[in-house]
């Protein structure tokens, strides 16, 4: 389902006049005879919005961003925009544009890129992956841009010390041991799901004592941690098994494991994750814990049938995180007070959300103090794991299908 963007705020006026462009590469030439090419389209398109000028101004903004991102990276393209890019693009043409008001002007630039964007993809113009479709999505969205304004928020890492923060993640060492089990592989059922003599080795991989067994109906209570001793959980089934079930979804999405009809076995992302290229092993872990937040919010979601699936206090908790104002642990507590609450449903929602963070916080993605603030080296997987959020519930829910 696409979200709509909306008609571009009024700010004084139009930019300033467009500067004629130098000599430019040929790459750049011919994305801008393709933005051309969808003028016709592109002006019927923008009714809805505006009118022809606005459109045309629109465009000509997107030709100039192409200009600047093709100055910045040596790469560009008419059909999509590379979230990488995108901040440092925009930024260098909003000083263009307007030095007296860059900031103005950034916003201005922003409003038109998210219109562009929306265009290539309700039209099935768009040629990057969905993925890089809803983190730019994310970027260029009012909520992102003009109230958490999370553009250069990521902490300066070096590759050497993104490794060691990587290693001292307590989720990534589970992660870690429970590869280390698995091994060159595990029988699984024909459901995907390991046998219940394995459930106890595989749980015990990743520091929850349980074990399988086919009467098993008691599935571990919510803050059972590492350390604590209590009686012998007995499961029907690894899915019971909270953080085993965490990880082991999560490498199955990226591929660090692939399940056959009677194997778990190591997939092809599995020599990324085990590589002695640093760049490797960082991206692959990157990917990890994106998928695992992403799941986090969409798992956390109401339990109601047709109440949305994911947390959107939890989602707004993890972005203001990455941010210099995180939301504080009496906000959360007050929301979740239900004599004080404004809803029902809104307290639940704070109480899910809060479990959640404490149970992010024992795996190290989150740190709690007086306020909730993400790990420095997760912040950089938050907004991509938010984009996967939209992108899955665009997948649950009936419309048409974009092609990425």
């Not at 008419?78 to 901040?87: G, N, Q, R, V, Y």
């Not at 010390?161 to 280390?180: C, H, I, K, M, Y």
């Not at 799901?193 to 086919?214: F, P, Q, S, T, W």
Request: aromatic content about 6%; glycine content about 8%; proline content about 5%.
């Amino acid at each position: 389902m696409s979200r709509k963007p909306k008609k571009p705020k009024s700010r004084g006026g139009h930019l300033k006049a467009v500067p004629s462009a130098p000599k430019m590469p040929l790459q750049v030439v011919l994305n801008h005879r393709a933005v051309d090419s969808l003028t016709p389209d592109f002006v019927h398109w923008y009714k809805r919005f505006s009118d022809a000028e606005d459109a045309l101004q629109c465009l000509a903004i997107v030709k100039l961003f192409i200009t600047a991102s093709h100055a910045i990276s040596e790469e560009s393209s008419a059909t999509s925009i590379d979230p990488d890019s995108l901040d440092d693009a925009a930024l260098a043409l909003a000083g263009m544009l307007d030095e007296s008001d860059s900031d103005e002007a950034l916003l201005k630039i922003f409003d038109y890129l998210h219109l562009y964007v929306e265009f290539l993809f309700e039209t099935g113009r768009w040629s990057g992956t969905e993925e890089d479709y809803f983190v730019v999505h994310m970027l260029l969205s009012e909520e992102a841009v003009g109230e958490m304004d999370l553009r250069g928020d990521i902490p300066e890492l070096s590759e050497e010390e993104q490794d060691r923060a990587f290693q001292e993640l307590p989720v990534l060492q589970l992660t870690g041991r429970l590869l280390e089990w698995i091994g060159a592989g595990k029988d699984v059922t024909s459901t995907g799901v390991l046998r219940l003599k394995d459930i106890e080795g595989a749980a015990g991989a990743v520091g929850v004592k349980a074990r399988g067994k086919k009467t098993g109906k008691r599935p571990l209570p919510e803050g059972y941690a590492e350390g604590e001793d209590p009686e012998s959980f007995e499961v029907g089934s690894m899915h019971e098994v909270p953080v085993l079930s965490d990880i082991w979804a999560a490498l199955v999405d990226i591929d660090v494991l692939s399940i056959g009809s009677t194997r778990a076995a190591p997939g092809a992302g599995a020599e990324s994750w085990h590589s002695k290229d640093l760049d490797s092993r960082l991206q692959i872990r990157r990917e990890f814990l994106t998928v695992f937040l992403a799941s986090a919010v969409m798992d956390s979601g109401s339990t109601w049938e047709d109440g949305p699936r994911d947390n959107a206090t939890l989602a707004k908790v993890l972005l203001k995180g990455t941010t210099g104002e995180p939301v504080s642990v009496e906000e959360i507590d007050s929301a979740a007070d239900i004599d004080s609450a404004d809803g029902l449903l809104l307290a639940f929602e704070a109480m899910r959300a809060r479990n959640e963070l404490t149970r992010l916080a024992d795996l190290g993605l989150v740190i709690v103090d007086t306020h909730y603030t993400v790990s420095p080296v997760v912040v950089q997987c938050v907004i991509p794991a938010l984009a996967l959020v939209l992108a899955m519930e665009d997948d649950l829910e009936p419309g048409p299908v974009h092609p990425g």
